[in-house]
């Protein structure tokens, strides 16, 4: 066994580190509007839930030399955003919307998605995903980096509404087999679900 001391390393080397051995890490596309009515689309692997009372989420956007992100500053000026799953049939429409655009251009035109109004936020959806998620942003955190050049903005949205494909319900539980997600990997790699099992939790 290797002990590291990532204050011995450069920035890179614990990137490579930490996504190799955080896998697989599911991806939130994620959909936010702009002052001027952009709406931004852009896939992140750093997403997790946070607690179901109420049902809230997590993303970590990285930030480019301390500078933010269309993601987070949009979420940051509407105060919501939208998260949709990514899975077999958008895994690659996603990945293009990854594409360094500038702000005023919208990915969901580069990528081929197409957008549909939301319920209950401002920001439209991903007609393409089987699973999107409307939330409102409940808290922004700038971490890592140094004061003035923070490395990501935390993002934690409450999710206000549901949008769920029907094929995919049953008893109120998601089949995963059905919705397909696709996870990531380090590099340019990424998984499919797999073989699945169960164990019982003890008492």
């Known amino acids: 066994m290797i002990a590291i001391d990532p204050a011995d390393q450069t920035e890179r080397d614990n990137y490579k580190l930490m996504i190799g051995s955080i896998v697989p890490r599911p991806i939130a596309l994620m959909t936010t509007l702009s002052t001027d009515g952009v709406v931004n689309a852009a896939p992140f692997s750093y997403f997790n839930i946070v607690t179901a009372n109420p049902p809230m989420v997590s993303i970590s956007v990285q930030r480019k030399s301390g500078r933010q992100k269309d993601s987070a500053r949009n979420a940051l000026a509407t105060g919501s955003f939208v998260v949709h799953v990514t899975d077999e049939s958008n895994v690659n429409a996603a990945n293009l919307a990854a594409a360094n655009l500038p702000p005023e251009e919208s990915e969901i035109d580069f990528a081929g998605f197409t957008a549909v109004q939301s319920s209950a936020v401002p920001v439209p959806g991903l007609a393409e995903a089987k699973i999107r998620m409307e939330c409102v942003l409940e808290h922004a955190y700038p971490l890592g980096g140094t004061a003035d050049a923070p490395a990501c903005d935390l993002l934690i ?11 995919l319900l049953s008893g109120g539980r998601i089949d995963a087999q059905l919705l397909q997600p696709v996870s990531r990997l380090a590099g340019n790699a990424y998984a499919k679900l797999g073989e699945a099992f169960s164990l019982e939790r003890p008492e």
């Open 157 to 167: 949205g409450r999710v206000v509404r549901f949008h769920v494909a029907d094929e």
